[in-house]
């Protein structure tokens, strides 16, 4: 009788667990700040807040590409698209002129079966640092650290949550291998460069100052082990020395992060299925289990194909890459591994 109690036990807790937003949903938006002015209504602000969010999502996780599937869509349209939102740092009084701050959830299944709809691959980005070096070539010199204004100002233009660049510090070994390599410096194997970080995502970004109206800007990224190389050519348009070297920043920028994107995608017309079993201890240790794996979107619901009272043997329907799902799954502590032909796991 106590094994039966058992298993039920088992089947409540993964019927329950259905597609749950994690704490970590990529699909809200939060603190989108209006003015109330005029006559606007609380309605009439809060779609426009809907809007802004929506455009702020989209711009997050689509590729510019993909983002025009969507860009004629209507405010009925999207405020459908809306599972919940909040209203925060609004005035007693509702004075004309306050500031209103909106923190907006989008539903994550509506989302899905518009992109489904549409033919659209969105973004997840989960790692977000990305190791950068920037080099200056001017009047045939190269600079590496010192009298580089990209170095020294690039994480002061043009901020954006998706990535995090860092920038290594001044060491003797980088500046030996830019030295030696100069002349072919986008054939120098990057991980050779950031030895401490090979594992990492990693760029080098090699601008070149010619004194021209356009400049060109040579970029090699490695992103989830794979190389790509991009050239980018950037106009001038009549603007002094420095704000030209800050348009270079912004562009750059804007093109790693488009990358990145390119390589974390996620289609949600080809999901994958991952069969594994869990040894089974004690209920507290399913109910944990279950709880983590709440806070993983890329898993879209979980099927339980056989159980005893040692093992629950689940299918796990997922989205994106087998190594991202290893990934979330280590960061909420919990082990895959393939033993002998079987995927198996642990709790630590």
């Known amino acids: 009788m106590k094994i039966y109690k058992f298993i039920i036990f088992i089947l409540i807790v993964f019927l329950k667990t259905g597609n749950v937003l994690s704490d ?13 002015k005029g006559k606007t209504t609380n309605d009439e602000l809060s779609g426009q807040a809907i809007k802004k969010g929506f455009k702020q999502l989209m711009e997050k996780i689509l ?3 993909e983002y025009k599937k969507i860009s004629q869509l209507n405010h009925s349209q999207i405020k459908e698209l809306v599972s919940f939102y909040q209203v925060e740092n609004k005035t007693e009084d509702n004075n004309v002129g306050s500031k209103i701050s909106y923190n907006i959830s989008f539903d994550k299944d509506k989302l899905h079966d518009l992109f489904y709809k549409k033919g659209i691959s969105y973004s997840e980005i989960i790692d977000k640092e990305l190791f950068l070096l920037p080099i200056l070539k001017k009047d045939n010199q190269f600079f590496i650290y010192n009298q580089n204004f990209f170095y020294d100002k690039w994480n002061e233009v043009y901020s954006d949550e998706l990535l995090e660049f860092e920038l290594p510090l001044e060491n003797i070994e980088i500046i030996q291998k830019i030295n030696s390599n100069k002349n072919n410096l986008l054939n120098l194997e990057l ?18 100052d010619n004194n021209l109206d356009e400049e060109k800007v040579y970029l090699k990224t490695k992103i989830l082990g794979k190389n790509i190389l991009k050239n980018i050519v950037v106009k001038k348009n009549n603007l002094n020395k420095i704000d030209f070297y800050k348009k270079i920043i912004i562009d750059v920028k804007k093109e790693i992060i488009n990358i990145v994107k390119s390589q974390n995608l996620i289609d949600v017309r080809t999901p994958s299925f991952l069969n594994a079993h869990l040894s089974v201890n004690d209920k507290n240790s399913l109910v944990e289990f279950n709880k983590r794996l709440k806070k993983i979107d890329l898993i879209e619901n979980i099927y339980v194909q056989e159980l005893n009272n040692k093992n629950v043997f689940l299918k796990i329907k997922y989205l994106g890459k087998l190594e991202k799902i290893i990934k979330q799954l280590n960061d909420q502590k919990i082990i895959l ?12």
């Open 24 to 36: 970590n949903n990529i699909f809200n938006v939060n603190n989108i700040e209006l003015q109330k």
């Open 337 to 348: 591994k393939l033993i002998g032909d079987q995927w198996s796991l642990k709790i630590i």
């Open 63 to 65: 590729l510019r590409e």
């Open 191 to 208: 991980r050779s460069l950031f030895e401490e970080y090979s594992g990492k995502n990693l760029a080098l970004v090699l601008i070149e």
